[in-house]
Structure formats: C-alpha cells, structure tokens
C-alpha cells in the first residue's frame, strides 16, 4: 500500500512536470473531443483558459471543481457536461497543465 501510493506521488510529479504525459491524459479523458490546445471547438483553447485565469490564485480550485461537475456561462451559453471519469488529482493535473499553455 505504501509503496503503491509512493509510486503515485511519483508519477503525478513526472506528470506535472512532462506536458506530453498531460496532453496524453487529456486525450484518454476525453477533454480533447471538446478542446485544443489553440483553438475554439465546442470548448475554449486552453490557451484563452490560461490567459484569462492567470494571476488568480483561487482559479485553479474552480476549475478543478468545473472540470468535474461541469457547468456554463464562463465561456458562452454552451455547457461543459460534468466529467465523472477524471477524479479530483486527475482534474487538478489536467487544469495545472491547462493554465500553463502559453
Ligand atoms: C462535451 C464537450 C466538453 C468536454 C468533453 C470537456 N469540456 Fe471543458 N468545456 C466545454 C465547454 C462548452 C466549456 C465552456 C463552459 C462555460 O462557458 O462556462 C468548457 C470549459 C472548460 C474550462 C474553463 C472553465 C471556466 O469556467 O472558465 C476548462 C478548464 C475545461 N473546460 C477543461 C476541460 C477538461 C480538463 C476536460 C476533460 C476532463 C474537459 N474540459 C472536457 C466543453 C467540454
């Protein structure tokens, strides 16, 4: 058990810190049927997502609650469906990397 969650910590941290390993977990979780990096589809850019929220210290909590419960009128009238495949440390992973797209 212990070694089991040493492991994880573990590859949370290679994963916070290798953007191929994040963009990969955004592919297998689906966030890229809506989104892209750069540009508009059905969601923002995750670029548009960084700039808007940056410097805001709160921005990451919200988003992680977002990702996972869904919700609208952020980015238009369009709703992001909650996502009940990712959990809270996949939803964190996913939003740190999200706001870090320049
Ligand atoms: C079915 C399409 C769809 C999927 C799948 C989807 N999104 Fe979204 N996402 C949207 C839409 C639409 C919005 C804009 C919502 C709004 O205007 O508040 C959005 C907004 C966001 C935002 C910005 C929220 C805000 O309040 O500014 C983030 C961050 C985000 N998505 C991340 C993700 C991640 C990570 C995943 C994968 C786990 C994901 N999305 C999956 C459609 C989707």
Redesign the pocket.
Known sequence: MKRSMMLCMLATALASTSAMANADL?KA???????AVANKL???A?KD?AA??AGQKDAED??VT??MK????????????A?P??NEA??RT??KW??SQK
């Open positions: 955004a979780k689906n966030c890229m049927a809506c989104h059905v969601g923002p995750f997502v808007k929220y919200k988003l977002k990702v869904g919700g609208s009128g952020a980015w238009g009238a369009v709703p992001m469906p996502n495949q990712v996949e939803a996913l939003v999200v706001l």
